[in-house]
């Protein structure tokens, strides 16, 4: 094996150079508000203040984290079975139907704990059918998946602009979205939530589907680590020869893998359309499908990692928008400019550093990259 792709000791791997890149990318931004005259460790100070400084702060930064946690998971399910799944934010956004047509049907009728696993099954399943098309293409005639959940991201985007415009949009409405859900179709708060146990937080948008984030995150670390299915799924990705020699049905675990996938890009809509909107509208994904790709990444496709890409980037979110309110100079443009550094770094440019500590741990004679060198 060349060095470049030597082994490495699973705490640089899955530390050391995720740390680095962030460095990276933080003194490259550093020097980007230089560059405009304001001082770098003010911004930081903002940054962190803003996202975990104050109660409100923290809700909304595991708010944002917490749609992260859904197409991070989803982004890496794919990886593990050697597929790029980049189609997160159509399927996110196509599963904001099967939550609302189960919040529209049930909510004048029930309480939202009974409307809760409706909204759960057809967040999952709607997004789920939008990623079987793709992967039966790929699994059955060749199709790339990349070129085709690119291309279904812009059919979502068309068929719900149609469906708002013309189906759910109210009567004498101008705006193209559908009602808002009583009661019986909005999860509850956190800081509702914990206030049933006697516990105040500050309000803010964070909701129950951050517990189901976590749960997700658990039964994905089960799902790939400790099943059959999920064997299977990583001896594909591994080598899909082999998969084949094995006697792995590779078309058939392609299919499932990317509608796990995609079920897991869907639940987001949870968050947003039941959790936080209450109600189905324009545009809710706003990206978050994109940057799932780089929470994966940076997360090296395991849950514990996810979770903790996921917070990162929900403290860019939340302190940037509050260090674009203190310090005016940085634009909302340039906080969008840190974050892109931040993906570049951990995504695009992930291997950087690696040949260097390749060459570093050889030198100091470490087993692990000798016995792979």
Known sequence: MSA???????????????????????????????????NPLEAVYWLVQGSLGYGEGVGFTLYYATN?????????????????????????????????????????????????????????????????????????????????????????????????????????????????????GRLPFMHDALGWF??????????????????????VWMMVWRTRLGYAIRTIGTNPDAAVYAGIKVPRIIIITMMISGGLAGLMALNEVM????????????????VGIAVALMGRNHPV??????????????GGAELAFEM??????MIIAIQGLVILFAGAMEHMFRPALIRLFAALGSKDVMSEA
């Not at 640089?12 to 003194?27: E, H, M, Q, R, S």
């Not at 704990?113 to 293409?137: C, K, N, Q, R, V």
Request: hydrophobic content about 55%; aromatic content about 12%.
């Open 275 to 290: 959790g936080v909107q209450h109600r189905l509208l324009l545009d809710y994904v706003t990206g978050y499908g994109f």
């Open 328 to 333: 005016p100079k940085i634009t909302r443009d």
């Open 198 to 219: 006697g516990i105040k937080v500050a309000k803010s948008p964070l909701n129950l589907s951050f517990v189901v984030g976590l749960v997700a995150s658990a039964l």
């Open 68 to 184: 992260f946690i859904f197409t991070g998971l989803a982004v890496a399910v794919a990886a593990h079975a050697g597929l790029f799944n980049i189609g997160g934010e159509g399927q996110a956004y196509f599963a904001g139907l099967g939550v609302a047509l189960a919040c529209l049907a049930l909510d004048h009728y029930v309480p939202w704990w009974i409307t809760f696993p409706f909204a759960l099954m057809g967040a999952a399943l709607f997004g789920a059918a939008w990623a079987a098309i793709p992967a039966y293409l790929q699994a059955k005639r060749g199709s790339h998946i990349v070129i085709t959940t690119i291309m279904f991201n812009f059919i979502a985007s068309a068929v719900m602009a149609y469906l708002l415009v013309e189906i759910f949009k109210q009567p004498g409405s101008m705006q193209p979205e559908s009602r808002t859900f009583l009661e019986g």
């Open 4 to 38: 470049p792709l030597a082994k490495l000791p699973k705490w640089v791997d899955y530390g050391l150079i995720p740390l680095l890149n962030l460095t990276a990318a933080f003194l490259v931004s550093g020097l980007v508000v230089l560059l405009i005259g304001e």
């Open 305 to 318: 990692g996810i979770l903790l890409a996921s917070l990162l980037f929900g403290m860019l979110y939340q």
